[in-house]
C-alpha cells in the first residue's frame, strides 16, 4: 500500500505562485510513476501533469504547459507541483496520485490517491 499526503494549497491572486507537495509513505514509490490531477467544483477530475520514476520523462495538460513544472525527490519520496502564472480557472483540489507502469493521464489509470488539496486563485 501507498500513502499520499498534499500540501501547500491556500488562496493566492491570479498572477501568483505556489508548490505543492506530495508525501508518499509506505511501500517505496521510487518506481512509480506520479501524477498531478485537480476537480473543480461541478466538474470531472482533470489531468495535470506526470512525472516518471527517475523524472526524465513528463508530461502536461495543455492548459498548464509553460506555467506548472513537476519534479520528485526520491530519497524524500515526495512529487512537488510549481505552479507559476496562476489564473482563476486553476482553482480546484489538487489531488496527487501513483501508479505501477507506463505514463498515463488518465484518472482511471492510477492505483493511489491522496485525500487533495485546495487551490483558490483570486482575480
Known amino acids: 500500500q501507498v500513502q499520499l499526503v498534499e500540501s501547500g494549497g491556500g488562496l493566492v491572486q491570479a498572477g501568483g505562485s505556489l508548490r505543492l507537495s506530495c508525501a508518499a509513505s509506505g511501500r517505496t514509490v521510487s518506481n512509480y510513476y506520479m501524477g498531478w490531477f485537480r476537480q473543480a467544483p461541478g466538474e470531472e477530475r482533470e489531468f495535470v501533469a506526470t512525472i516518471s520514476w527517475g523524472g526524465g520523462t513528463t508530461s502536461y495538460a495543455d492548459s498548464v504547459k509553460g506555467r506548472f513544472t513537476i519534479s520528485r525527490d526520491n530519497v524524500k519520496m515526495t512529487v512537488y507541483l510549481q505552479m507559476n502564472k496562476l489564473k482563476p480557472e486553476d482553482t480546484a483540489v489538487y489531488y496527487c496520485?501513483?501508479?505501477?507502469?507506463?505514463?498515463?493521464?488518465?484518472?482511471?489509470?492510477?492505483?493511489?490517491w491522496g485525500q487533495g488539496t485546495q487551490v483558490t486563485v483570486s482575480s
Open positions: 496520485a501513483a501508479k505501477a507502469g507506463g505514463l498515463e493521464r488518465r484518472a482511471a489509470g492510477y492505483d493511489y
